[in-house]
């Protein structure tokens, strides 16, 4: 059964269409590749010059000068690669307005294709305004982005030599998986290095367990019996010295990323940081940072909140979600946009007055992933962010009931960037009497709707 669409009545104001007058008479249009670089100008209303640069950085500056002979502001780029970055930077370096334009703003009529034309085309659509820059944040917090960037990449690297050692171990019939929780904790690291290092006695090896560990010492010591073959002790060496490397790797970053934020806004001073909630002091993360509360102080500093004490955030998505936003929150004019952006608002398709799809665009979008990996965290939480995703999973299953919640974090985190306001949560209790006065004002506008009234018992 096809729902029927809302058609509002009536006339309605609209913004006139104004895209097809020259907004920006001074713009240039720039085609990158990874050998040459393609730029356009506009000589006059009716001619358009166009160059060709290499792409060494005295062609970049190059590119700056004869950008400033025709009294050029603004320049649109298409995101190629990571080609774009040298020029980007260099542009913005001497002054220009740099635009970074997405591959699909950029749909072109069928028809020859060239570097020249593809240049010539992005200048005419820049000049009359039709391109939107995609969203960048604040040059000093792009430093710290990449860091971080790059140790997720170290983490995602580091990942499938553990699997390997767990491999090696099964194939040798060491079930050490079953009887450890994580096989790189404590306990794990230190039997495994035990192996390696020669000593195959399962009850010297289940001597190493720590006290808190829920197994017993008798049953570890079953699960370490193996067979201990030559070839699997081989592979388990190589994945340890991989992990080993990998780790020491993940410090050396984090160090970097330490005195990084030092360097950042170090004229901007923090205010005393809230106490951390009673359900989060015991949480713990394995790829977590060494020094949190340092870096918990640095993000204060640069937000000026502590997004860290919100329902299923902690330092890392904490900082993951400020060095991919930014603390500018006038790029985003509302909620709504900033939802979008992230990708977690339903694209509505529209045509003839009929909605065909309203599904979530699929987007690698690292700020939005973050506020999912929040949304994952609260399911079993004693929070309001968990029991409405506890609601909404009945109703919607568990994959549309994650969006919604990671929705509803991000407009929190959004009010808190924005307006400066710290987190001040909301109980189940509250938000339990929140939902259902809402659904009896509901009940009482559809009972009004069939001529009816309802009258409490």
Not at 209 to 218: F, G, I, M, T
């Amino acid at each position: 059964m096809r729902q029927k669409s809302k058609r509002t009545k009536g006339i309605e104001e609209a913004h006139p269409f104004s895209g097809m007058s020259r907004v920006n008479p001074k713009a240039a249009g720039v085609d990158i590749g990874a050998v040459e670089i393609v730029v356009c100008v506009a000589r006059d209303e009716s001619t358009q010059l166009v160059k060709a640069f290499g792409n060494y950085t005295v062609d970049l500056q190059g590119i700056g000068t004869w950008l400033k002979e025709y009294k050029i502001q603004t320049v649109a780029m298409e995101s190629t690669g990571v080609y774009w970055i040298p020029l980007f930077e260099e542009l913005e370096r001497q002054g220009f307005e740099c635009l970074l334009i997405s591959s699909r703003s950029l749909r072109r009529v069928s028809g020859r294709k060239s570097d020249i034309t593809d240049a010539q085309w992005i200048q005419t659509l820049h000049s009359y305004g039709l391109l939107e820059s995609s969203f960048r944040p604040q040059a000093d917090l792009v430093a710290l982005r990449t860091l971080l960037r790059h140790r997720n990449q170290l983490l995602d690297h580091r990942s499938p030599h553990i699997q390997h050692m767990q491999k090696a171990l099964l194939q040798m019939n060491v079930q050490l998986s079953q009887a450890l929780s994580d096989v790189t904790g404590e306990t794990g690291r230190v039997i495994i290095r035990s192996i390696v290092s020669g000593i195959h006695d399962p009850k010297l090896l289940a001597a190493f367990r720590d006290p808190n560990c829920k197994k017993s010492e008798e049953e570890i010591e079953k699960a370490l019996t193996g067979t201990w073959r030559e070839e699997h002790l081989f592979v388990l060496k190589q994945s340890l010295e991989l992990y080993d490397f990998y780790t020491k790797q993940i410090e050396s970053c984090d160090e970097e990323i330490d005195r990084m934020y030092g360097m950042t806004r170090p004229d901007w001073v923090s205010g005393e940081l809230p106490p951390i909630p009673k359900k989060k002091r015991n949480s713990h993360s394995k790829n977590a940072p060494e020094k949190a509360r340092e870096i918990r102080q640095h993000l204060k500093r640069i937000s000026g909140v502590d997004l860290s004490v919100v329902d299923g955030f902690g330092v890392s998505l904490a900082q993951i979600v400020i060095m991919e936003v930014g603390t500018d929150m006038r790029k985003f004019p509302s909620e709504k946009h900033f939802s979008s952006w992230l990708g977690l608002a339903p694209k509505h398709e529209i045509s003839g007055g009929k909605v065909l799809k309203n599904k979530t665009l699929k987007t690698k979008n690292r700020a939005g992933q973050a506020f999912r990996m929040a949304a994952q965290s609260v399911k079993q939480a004693d929070c309001s962010f968990g029991a409405m995703y506890r609601r909404l999973r009945a109703r919607l299953g568990p994959a549309q009931a994650t969006v919604a919640t990671a929705h509803a974090i991000a407009r929190v985190v959004y009010r808190m960037l924005k307006y400066q306001v710290e987190y001040d949560p909301l109980s189940v209790n509250e938000y339990q009497k929140q939902y259902d006065q809402q659904q009896i004002k509901y009940m009482k506008k559809k009972a009004a709707k069939f001529g009816f009234q309802l009258v409490p018992a």
